[in-house]
């Protein structure tokens, strides 16, 4: 029997196509354990770029798959074998713009000895599917991995980052335009007192006003995050903003390695690491209007560090892959989990009910569904995108 279950975190089961053609189109695939790697989602997929395993042979995954929410399958969108497909594929910056995941910097393997500061549009879907390498100008970034990014208008931000030795703080943004860099604000806390220190892996989110930076670190300290470093666009300028102790449990630790997604004001973090042998299996959350801090009263199923999450936009958040302990070694998982952070619409509560019990509306077509009285968003949702394998 269905049952809305929110803030629980459940695990999600995947399913293979029945006809063996398609494996070798990449249909059929069960993804790898991995850890370094992003993730991005709209209402029907699931997206994650790259990873490392040390147990396989090239160590790297560079990698596009896609998780249909609907029919739970993995598939294969761009392999290594892609034209265009990026090499530094661990601790790269990810985000989506409408249907376009925008990719930045990254690492290979060894790690820091190969940087990127290369920006790559990748078109998923069908119509369009295709890997394009940006040919930029301007003051470019260094190359760098472990960044942050975000899409402001048409400009494309990117913060922090680190080459393996060298950790900064420093802001650009590339014009989607004209492709152009410029260097907006270049951290210095040895000269400002306002400037926060350099760091990587690192999360952040914004309003109208900020991008806020939560937690991250270096190779030997980790973030708190009591009060925040935020960046003021309007003034070109960093702050630091006080936040308030969630009352019953305070702030959350120090830490890196995290997830962090934004649904409209708030922003729900998940797992990380503060130093070897200290990691975490808690969920946050942070409104960004009240800078108030919750405790959620759930927890991941075990501590996890080096994952990812997405949020969908419907109060669904997705975490993917990451590093956990088992037995009391490090080990990676291919495992996705997913948890209502939010109370949703209650027409997502019923369309969530209906593909429980119809898991058949996955092979209709939207003529179809509209007919039986879906309604035509989810009718849309549907049939949007269906897996159709690598090229």
Not at 183 to 205: C, F, M, Q, T, W
């Amino acid at each position: 029997m269905y049952e809305f279950r929110p803030f629980l975190v459940t695990r999600c089961e995947y399913k293979s196509y029945a006809k063996a053609t398609s494996i070798g189109r990449g249909i059929n695939y069960i993804p790898k354990p991995r850890s370094g790697h992003r993730v991005v989602a709209n209402e029907t997929d699931l997206f994650s770029f790259g990873g490392y395993n040390p147990n396989i042979e090239n160590k790297l995954l560079p990698e596009l798959l896609k998780f249909n929410f609907l029919t739970q399958k993995w598939s294969i969108v761009f392999s290594s074998k892609s034209s265009n497909m990026p090499q530094e594929s661990v601790s790269n910056a990810l985000t989506l713009k409408d249907n376009c995941l925008v990719l930045y910097g990254g690492t290979g393997f060894p790690f820091g000895e190969k940087r990127s500061n290369e920006t790559y549009l990748m078109w998923p879907y069908e119509q369009l599917r295709a890997i394009e390498h940006l040919v930029t100008q301007g003051n470019k970034p260094e190359q760098l991995y472990g960044q942050s990014i975000l899409i402001r208008g048409y400009y494309l931000y990117v913060l922090g980052g680190t080459s393996g030795h060298e950790f900064t703080c420093d802001i650009h943004r590339l014009n989607l335009n004209t492709r152009t860099w410029e260097s907006l604000y270049v951290s210095n806390e040895n000269i400002r007192d306002n400037d926060p220190k350099g760091r990587y892996r690192h999360e952040i989110a914004q309003d109208d006003e900020y991008i806020y930076i939560f937690g991250g670190g270096t190779q030997d300290t980790s973030f708190d995050m009591e009060v925040i470093p935020a960046y003021n666009f309007l003034k070109n300028e960093f702050v630091f903003i006080p936040t308030n102790a969630d009352p019953s449990f305070g702030y959350p630790e120090a830490r890196r390695f995290h997830s962090c997604v934004q649904q409209g004001g708030e922003v729900i973090i998940a797992g990380g690491s503060k130093a070897v042998g200290i990691y975490f299996d808690d969920i946050w959350k942070f409104n960004l209007r009240t800078r108030q801090w919750k405790l959620l009263q759930t927890k991941l199923p075990y501590v996890l560090f080096f994952h990812d999450a997405a949020a969908v936009g419907n109060g669904l958040m997705y975490i993917f892959g990451g590093v956990t302990t088992r037995n009391g070694d490090l080990v990676r998982t291919n495992d996705l989990h997913k948890i209502w952070v939010q109370i949703p619409k209650l027409s997502e509560i019923c369309w969530e009910a209906l593909t429980f019990y119809d898991p058949t509306i996955a092979n209709r077509s939207k003529k179809a569904l509209l007919e039986i009285g879906v309604p035509r968003t989810f009718a849309e949702r549907a049939t949007h995108g269906r897996n159709t394998g690598a090229d």
